[in-house]
Structures are given as structure tokens and as C-alpha cells.
């Protein structure tokens, strides 16, 4: 062999060895990824010739498939796609994945490492392969109530079981029909898409866990929680509480919702602060708190972290920076504190699982085609947010509210039930949100809930928490606990 012809065989043995590892890299490393994306259409059309497993709610399947005649061998359809969509999400052939449908892929069809076996088995037996299943949390009456109280406003309802984290209910209005994004017709799917992409109300967006609001004065809670922890104060800590706070450094003075004094005299006890929503006593008490304990108690109650991925929810926010006008604002839940209802639901549900919050999830099992049972999400804590003596104390004040205060609207007959209104600012040019965070039964909670309403037909001085978001939390509090 000359010189020339080995330098060329040493070339392509390079070229095949580079080949060679580049090709294992892929299989080995890069397969995973590459198949999940949804952008891989020779993955699609392999998922499509397969029957991908139900995702279910109670004994019922909300998203199922269905075999056609055409060359995408199964359909994907929703049962009460209004009422689940923003939940299941939708899988198509043209946009690919979102929602549980994109989280539980590979569960639902079948290439998931867990059910490496049962293909092996297909491929010997030449058995049709079929995709697993997963059951969420959510309870159908719940969801169902929480829907049909929302009516035609615009907002999201969050509800929780306290104990575990569970998400009962999760509704989102304006909503969507994923049915539309799933169908065999292009052009229909995109028509479809571009509707949904151009209605400003943005329908797809899911606003219980991906939307941040201001709080407005349901997170008093957080403040109440951070004074009662510090040592400092109790619920029946006397509190200025005058008609107008004058805000240093600015020319603005802080006002009441009352437009006068929150009780017959310039001060009240804690208790009565969160009975009465008196803004000036809780821009007070957030003074003397500080930035820092008031963050850290927020950060406690889940502000700041990520869960819940699986649906894509958004961190809520307390500011990192704050000079004394900001915190007072921040105090009674305005300026940039930001929080989703999902996270309002965590903090009721954290006060009425005596301090301890829990990390939320929807999904409560997945298994395999053969009902054989893959995963058991297992509860988890997140954090102990206050200690069980002032959750208890935050409990009997949230009773208060409904019993003695402005979440009246939300009593139910023979049961105790605690609350917090809300009705946060936002521009002059918008109306306010409404909020209402609660959970019932006061003395053994079963079910935290939180509603943000967004815009209600209803003119500026009818919109309240207590009005309008209150009585929604009871109709979701009341398919829960059956009364």
C-alpha cells in the first residue's frame, strides 16, 4: 500500500469511527429527547397507528381514542372538552402536545421505560400495542360545581384537599375545546388555532395556575401569619387603623375600602383588621413586620418555587426590593405582589392543614394497558409555613371573616367555614379582580379553595370579593363536603 492510499484509508476510518459514535450517541443519549418531539412526525404517525390510553377523571374517560378509517389510524377525543380542556390538553397532529397529554406521553403511548416489557411481549405475540392510563385527582362534582358557578365571568377557580395536596377542582374560564386541535383535518386545526390564538381573552391560557394576579387583600393571610409568627402579636393585638395612612416619601395616602375608619374607632384588634379588610391597620402591621419576615413567610407558603409542571404553572411573586410606601402596598397584596389562584388555594390549604403545606399535584395514578398500576403519586410537604398554634389562630380569625365579616356570603348552613375576601386594584382603565380564599369545614378541613374573578358583567362598585368570588368557593365547598 502507497502512501497516498493508506493517508485515504486512514481518512474514512476516522470518517466511519466518527460515524460509528456519533450514531450510538444518538441512540443512546439523544433517542429520548428526539422522540418526544413533537415536531418528529415520523414519532406521531407511530403513536397514531397505536391506541393511546384514556386520561380519566372518577370512572370516566375524558380524553379517549377512537379507531378511524383514514391513514392516522386512532382519534383523539374529549369528553367535556370545555370542562377539562385546559387539564388534558389536546394532542394533534399538526400542533403536537400540551397539557397532561404533552406531561404523560409516554404513558400514554406506551413508550415509557416502565413498559419496555409489555412491548416486548406485543412484538412476540404481534399484539396490537396500546398506551397506559392516568387517573388525576379531580373530583367530577367539584370541577362541575366550580364550572357552572363561574357562569359567564371571566377568572379561575383552584380547589385543594389540605391533607394531601390533591387538586380537586381546576377550572379556567374563558375555556376551549380541544376536540378542534385534535382532528385528522389540517386545515380545520389551524383555522381553529388561529381563532384561539387571536381572541384577546385568550382561552387557552389555563389562568387557575398559569395567570398571576395582584392578591389584593386575601394576602392579608400571609401578613397575619408573619405578624402572629414573629412572637409579636396576637389576634387580639390592638392595631392603628386609621381612615387615611399617609405613605412616607410619597403624596399618597392609603384609604380604606369603607372610605372611612374599618370600625367605630381608629384602632382595632388583629381579629377585627381581617374581619373588616382594613387596609390602613394591615399597611401598618406589614411596616412593622418588614420585608423580610413578610417575604419569608410568602416564600413559606410557596411564592417563588415551581410545582405543579405538568400543567406549566407560573411562580408567584412577592418583591425583592421594597422601600416603605412599596411595602406597605405589598402588605395588603398590591404593588408587584403577583400570585396565581393556585397559589392562594396553597395558602388557605396550608392554614387549615395546621401550618403545613403540601405539594400540589393532578395526577393521581398512571398505569400500564393491563390496568396494572405503574406510579401512586405519594402526598409530599413543601414546607411548614407557620406552626400549628398560629394556624390555628389564622383559622379562627378566617371563621370570623364569614361569621362577623365580609366573606358572609359564603356561610353554609350547620358547617363552619373560614375565609378571606379580596378586591385587588389594578389600572383605572380596568376593573378590579374579586378574589375569596377559603376552606371548609373550619374544625376538619376538607377542601381549600380560591376564585379570582376577572371581569364579571357588573358595574365597578358591584365588583367584591365578597360578592362576586365568595359565592362560587361555596358552591365548590359544598359539592365537596355534601352540604
Known amino acids: 500500500m502507497n502512501r497516498s492510499i493508506r493517508r485515504v484509508a486512514v481518512a474514512f476510518m476516522v470518517l466511519f469511527l466518527a460515524l460509528l459514535a456519533n450514531a450510538n450517541y444518538i441512540q443512546v443519549f439523544q433517542a429520548s429527547d428526539l422522540n418526544d418531539r413533537a415536531d418528529n412526525k415520523r414519532?406521531?404517525?407511530?403513536?397514531?397507528?397505536r391506541e393511546r390510553g384514556p386520561i380519566m377523571v372518577g370512572g370516566t374517560q375524558v380524553a379517549y381514542s377512537v379507531k378511524t378509517k383514514d391513514d392516522l389510524v386512532y382519534l383523539r377525543r374529549y369528553r367535556d372538552p370545555q370542562l377539562y380542556g385546559h387539564l388534558t390538553g389536546y394532542y394533534s397532529y399538526v400542533l403536537g402536545r400540551r397539557g397532561l397529554e404533552k406531561a404523560e406521553n409516554s404513558v400514554l403511548a406506551?413508550?415509557?421505560?416502565?413498559?419496555?416489557?409489555r412491548r416486548i411481549v406485543d412484538l412476540i405475540t404481534n399484539r396490537q400495542p396500546q398506551g397506559g392510563s392516568v387517573l388525576l385527582t379531580i373530583n367530577p362534582k367539584?370541577?362541575?360545581?366550580?364550572?357552572?358557578?363561574?357562569?359567564?365571568?371571566?377568572?379561575?377557580?383552584?380547589?385543594?384537599?389540605p391533607s394531601t395536596g390533591k387538586i380537586l377542582a381546576m377550572v379556567s374560564k374563558p375555556t376551549y375545546d380541544p376536540n378542534q386541535l385534535s382532528s385528522h383535518d389540517a386545515n380545520s386545526i389551524l383555522k381553529a388555532a388561529n381563532r384561539l390564538g387571536d381572541n384577546s381573552d385568550r382561552p387557552m391560557e389555563n389562568r387557575a395556575a398559569q395567570r398571576r394576579y395582584p392578591p389584593g387583600s386575601t394576602f392579608k393571610l400571609v401578613t397575619a401569619a408573619a405578624a402572629l409568627s414573629s412572637g409579636r402579636f396576637n389576634p387580639n393585638t390592638q392595631l392603628p387603623a386609621p381612615a387615611q395612612l399617609d405613605l412616607p416619601l410619597t403624596?399618597?395616602?392609603?384609604?380604606?375600602?369603607?372610605n372611612g375608619l374599618c370600625g367605630p374607632a381608629p384602632q382595632v384588634t388583629l381579629t377585627e383588621a381581617l374581619a373588616t379588610s382594613c387596609n390602613t391597620?394591615?399597611?401598618?402591621?406589614?411596616?412593622?413586620?418588614?420585608?423580610?419576615?413578610?417575604?419569608?413567610?410568602?416564600?413559606?407558603?410557596?411564592?417563588?418555587?415551581?410545582?405543579?409542571?405538568?400543567?406549566?404553572?407560573?411562580?408567584?411573586?412577592f418583591p425583592k426590593e421594597l422601600n416603605t410606601p412599596q411595602l406597605a402596598q405589598s402588605s395588603i397584596g398590591q404593588y408587584d405582589v403577583a400570585a396565581t389562584p393556585?397559589?392562594?388555594?396553597?395558602?388557605?390549604?396550608?392554614?387549615a392543614n395546621g401550618g403545613k403545606v403540601m405539594q400540589p399535584y393532578v395526577v393521581a395514578k398512571v398505569s400500564g394497558p393491563d390496568l396494572k398500576t405503574l406510579e401512586v403519586t405519594d402526598p409530599q410537604t413543601l414546607s411548614q409555613a407557620v406552626s400549628g398554634d398560629?394556624?390555628?389562630?389564622?383559622?379562627?380569625?378566617?371563621?370570623?371573616?364569614?361569621?362577623?365579616?365580609?366573606?358572609?356570603?359564603?356561610?353554609?348552613?350547620?358547617?363552619?367555614?373560614?375565609?378571606?375576601t379580596g378586591t385587588a386594584q389594578t389600572t383605572p382603565d380596568k376593573p378590579p379582580y374579586a378574589w375569596f380564599a377559603s376552606f371548609a369545614p373550619a374544625n376538619a378541613p376538607q377542601v381549600a379553595v380560591a376564585v379570582v374573578i376577572e371581569h364579571a358583567n357588573v358595574g365597578r362598585n358591584e365588583i367584591s370579593g365578597g360578592k362576586l368570588a365568595a359565592p362560587v368557593a361555596k358552591a365548590v365547598m359544598r359539592a365537596v363536603i355534601g352540604r
Open 251 to 258: 403624596t399618597f395616602n392609603m384609604k380604606n375600602w369603607q
Open 342 to 351: 393556585l397559589q392562594m388555594a396553597m395558602v388557605s390549604a396550608g392554614i
Open 390 to 420: 398560629v394556624a390555628g389562630q389564622l383559622t379562627q380569625m378566617m371563621v370570623n371573616v364569614v361569621d362577623h365579616g365580609t366573606g358572609a356570603p359564603v356561610k353554609i348552613d350547620g358547617v363552619s367555614v373560614a375565609g378571606k
Open 110 to 117: 406506551g413508550t415509557d421505560d416502565r413498559l419496555f416489557v
Open 142 to 161: 367539584a370541577q362541575q360545581a366550580a364550572y357552572d358557578a363561574l357562569g359567564n365571568n371571566r377568572g379561575a377557580v383552584v380547589a385543594i384537599e
Open 281 to 317: 391597620a394591615f399597611a401598618g402591621l406589614g411596616l412593622k413586620v418588614g420585608d423580610k419576615a413578610l417575604r419569608q413567610q410568602a416564600e413559606k407558603f410557596g411564592f417563588g418555587q415551581e410545582y405543579l409542571s405538568d400543567l406549566n404553572a407560573s411562580t408567584s411573586v
Open 43 to 49: 414519532v406521531t404517525l407511530d403513536e397514531y397507528a
